[in-house]
C-alpha cells in the first residue's frame, strides 16, 4: 500500500531555531548551549514533485536549491520515519547563523527541517520530542548541537541503549555569552580527525572533573567559569589548525575570562561573569588579537527551536 502525502498543498508554518554551541571546554560531545542568534525558515506545502528554494543571508551563494539541501534532506527523513510521503515545498530561508565556524548551523538547518515536517504533518502525525531528539541525532551525528537547538538552554546530551537523552538546565542569569567569530572556517570533520584515539588517564580525569564543576559553574556559581571551562581532551590537539582562535583564546584566559573554542572553531565562546566583564573581554581582544573578530553579545536562548502557527496560503 502505498504511503498517503501529507498534508494538502497550501499549509504553511514559520520555524526559528537558535545558534548553538557545544563543548563549552571540557564536555566534549556532551554539553551545548544555545544562544540568541537565530535561523528562520518559511515553508509551504506544494504539490508533489514541486520544490521552491530561496536562501537569504548566510550560505546563500554555496548552498544547493535542490533535494540536497540540508533542511529538505532532514523534513524527507521525517516524513519517511513517520510512513507518509513528503509533499513539494517552497523553502525561505533568512539564514544568520554563520557557516562554518562553530556555532551548531548544520544542526540548526537539521533542527529547521525536522520542526517544519512536525508542524506540516500536525494534525496527521505528532512527532513528539523523543523523536525528534533521535531523527535530528541520526542526521547530525550526535546529540550536542542539536538538543539545545531543539530545547534551549543548557543541554547535557548522552545515548544509551534506547538512543539519544538530553537533561535541560537553567543558566544562571549572571552568565553573559559573547561570541567572537572570525571571517575564516574550520571543518568539523577535519578538527575530529586532529585528536588522538586516546588520551592520558589523567587528561580523561581532568575534564571530568572540570565537566562537573561547569554544570554547577553555569547553573549556581558564575565565579567559578574560569577553572570549569578548563579542558585536556580537544582544544589543544586542534590549535594547529585554528591559530588565530588558540591565541584569543589563551590571551583571554590570561586575564581570567572564560574564554573557550565554540565546538569545532573557530569561533571563540567566553562565558562571562556579568555584562560588565563582557565587555572587558571585547576590548580586550581588539587591543590583542591579529585576526580580525566579529564580537557578538548574545543571551542564553532559553526555548529552543520554535514552530509558528500554520494556516492555509494560497499556493
Do not use: C
Request: hydrophobic residues 45%; negative net charge; glycine residues 10%.
Amino acid at each position: 500500500m502505498t504511503a498517503p502525502v501529507a498534508p494538502e498543498p497550501g499549509r504553511r508554518v514559520l520555524v526559528r531555531v537558535p545558534a548553538t554551541s557545544a563543548n563549552l571546554g571540557p564536555g566534549f560531545d556532551t554539553l551545548g548551549l544555545a544562544l540568541s542568534i537565530y535561523d528562520e525558515l518559511d515553508v509551504t506545502a506544494l504539490p508533489e514533485g514541486e520544490l521552491e528554494i530561496d536562501v537569504e543571508g548566510e550560505g546563500m551563494g554555496d548552498v544547493p536549491r535542490d533535494a540536497s539541501h540540508l533542511v529538505v534532506r532532514a523534513i524527507a527523513y521525517a516524513y519517511e520515519a513517520v510512513g507518509r510521503r513528503m509533499p513539494g515545498l517552497r523553502l525561505r530561508a533568512r539564514n544568520v547563523i554563520p557557516h562554518g565556524r562553530g556555532l551548531g548551523s548544520s544542526g540548526a538547518a537539521v533542527v529547521s527541517g525536522l520542526l517544519a515536517a512536525k508542524g506540516l504533518l500536525r494534525g496527521d502525525v505528532e512527532i513528539g520530542d523523543e523523536t525528534l531528539l533521535r531523527l535530528a541525532t541520526e542526521l547530525e551525528g550526535h546529540p550536542d548541537n542539536v538538543a539545545p537547538g531543539l530545547f534551549g538552554g543548557l543541554t547535557i546530551a548522552w545515548v544509551d541503549e534506547t538512543g539519544p537523552q538530553h537533561k535541560k538546565l537553567i543558566v544562571h542569569r549572571g552568565v553573559s555569552p559573547l561570541v567572537f567569530v572570525p571571517d575564516f572556517t574550520m571543518s568539523t570533520s577535519v578538527a575530529r580527525s586532529l585528536q588522538p584515539l586516546q588520551v592520558p588517564r589523567e587528561d580523561a580525569v581532568f575534564n571530568v572533573s572540570r565537566s562537573a564543576l561547569l554544570i554547577a559553574a553555569l547553573t549556581q556559581s558564575p565565579e567559578l567559569l574560569l577553572a570549569a571551562t578548563e579542558d585536556k581532551l580537544h582544544q589543544s590537539y586542534r590549535a594547529q589548525a585554528m591559530p588565530g582562535t588558540d591565541q584569543l583564546v589563551r590571551a583571554l584566559r590570561a586575564e581570567g575570562f572564560a574564554a573557550v573554542v565554540s565546538g569545532a572553531g573557530p569561533s571563540v565562546l567566553v562565558l562571562a561573569d556579568g555584562p560588565g566583564r563582557r565587555l572587558e573581554a571585547a576590548a580586550l581582544a581588539a587591543k590583542t588579537a591579529d585576526t580580525p573578530w566579529e564580537a557578538h553579545m548574545l543571551a542564553v536562548d532559553v526555548k529552543g527551536g520554535t514552530v509558528g502557527e500554520y494556516a492555509e496560503s494560497a499556493t
